[in-house]
């Protein structure tokens, strides 16, 4: 008979680390025996492992629903590299033909990251059916809450999903989710779940506001320090043209920095070559908006600017949460000038529809039932048919959905059905415009802030925060230069990357 090997030894012998983070072993021990799990851990601190080890230790497969095909790619390259080979991901990249003979095989692997959208297909939950699921793990699983900061409407499938895989156990995994959004992932996941919640501060992170009088101040405070620092650095900007703009700014006023934008206005392949580059140390400074960071396991980013403030502290302390997660010393700078609150009003009126594009919508779906007329296949079209966003139309067709509704050819409905449907509609819009405005109000408030901005941050999140002597916050006063960061070396890379990525990158060349 052979001894069992104590977690600690387990974690030593597959990923080579001697003890376990906060929170990681509570959350894993539950997992192992069967319980269903939400972990809601600080950004940094090493969620993965919390299924990754289960993934090695357990029988059968683990899912991990993923929202980032750049994520999945990070992930599966890096467990590959340690000598975990059977693992996949499941994504829009792969061809038809290596998708149907990955499908036929997905017993040979034991961890599959899929997409929350890719999990929808019939066709792959056919062929998971036929394997033993020994759990189905949901990573950033605030974007199952409505009330989350990033909701996915896909998520929020994903409950009748492990309902047809045969019920396996769930871990749900977060950094950022207040009281409120815990609450809304259980009852969406209608499961009785075990939580294991662990304070969200970050002491080696500092924490720097700079009110400025106008743009030019702000790229000429970020041209100061970083000329001073090359080190791994990211800039968050609220406008795809600005992160445009500045990148093309600061690439002539820093020559010696390798400089790139990132937007979820690019193309995919795109976006994933310019991750690669970052995490390869072949660009020193990323300007992007939030559409870049989910997920990403650079250790080494030293600080992260806030050109455009978020709306809301959710997505600030997410954003910061890219830096130092190898426990030394990083900054976040925020700067701020009065005019800048317009933008993350801005961002929340476009986000959600109006009281016209409602009546719009739901006249011309009458319509094209009542005239049996043909609703357009592409998302697109659909789109620019309704005038709607993509977040607009999301939003919407979520809804209607979750009513029974759905935009398909020969699908007819009573209309009053339609109205009562609608007017539920306006009232969710409602209901989410104001807790938008009230998260705006309270960053805003927070930014303003003249007491330690560490007591301040954390207050919707935990009752209280680390205590840091240095390097607190600008309100406690820290003196930038008194810091003093590893300056990082870049790692030469094939041409082959200096070619897909020269239209892309701000800098002439990478010698």
Known sequence: MTNKLSLEEELETYFGYSTFRLGQKEIISDVLNGNDVLGILPTGTGKSICYQLPARMLEGTTIVVSPLISLMMDQVKELKAMNFKEVIALNSFLDYD????????????????????????????????NISISLFVIDEAHCISQWGH????DYQKLKSVIN???????????????????????HSLDRSIIR?????????????????????????????????????????????????????????????????????????????AIQQQFMNNQIDIICCTSAFG????????????????????????????????????????????RQDSFLPQKMIDSE???????????????????????????LTEIQAMFGLSEVQWRFISSQLEKHGIKVENGIKYDESKVDETFQQIKYLRDERLYLKQSKLKDMMNWIQLKTCLRSGLYTNFQSGYTSVEEFCCSNCGIDLREFKPKQTTPLIQPSTWEKKLRRLLVVGDFE
């Open 196 to 272: 294991h919640i662990y304070p969200m501060d970050r002491s080696n992170i500092s924490l720097s506001i700079q009110e400025v009088i106008n743009n030019d101040e702000k790229l000429d405070i970020i041209t100061s320090i970083l000329s001073v620092h090359k080190v791994p650095s990211l800039i968050y900007f609220s406008s795809k043209n600005a992160a445009e703009n500045v990148s093309h700014l600061l690439s002539e006023r820093l020559p010696e920095h390798r400089i790139a934008f990132y937007h979820g206005g690019m193309e995919q392949m795109d976006r994933v």
């Open 98 to 129: 290596k998708r149907k003979r990955i499908f036929k095989n997905l017993n040979q692997y034991k961890l599959i990251y899929v997409s929350p959208e890719m999990l929808q297909q019939k066709e792959l939950q056919f062929y998971l059916k």
């Open 352 to 378: 959600l529809p109006s009281d016209d594009d409602l009546i719009r919508v739901k006249q011309l779906i009458i319509r094209y039932q009542n005239e049996n007329k043909i609703f357009p296949v592409e």
């Open 150 to 153: 990033e909701f996915r409407p």
């Open 294 to 337: 989910m997920g990403i396991n650079k250790n080494n980013i030293r600080f992260v600017f806030h050109y455009h403030f978020p709306g809301q502290i959710e997505s600030y302390i997410q954003e910061i949460g890219r830096a130092g997660r190898d426990g030394n010393q990083s900054i976040s700078i925020l700067l701020y000038s």
């Open 164 to 186: 047809e895989l045969g019920d396996p156990p769930v871990l749900a995994l977060s950094a950022t989710a207040t009281k409120e959004v815990q609450d809304d992932i259980i």
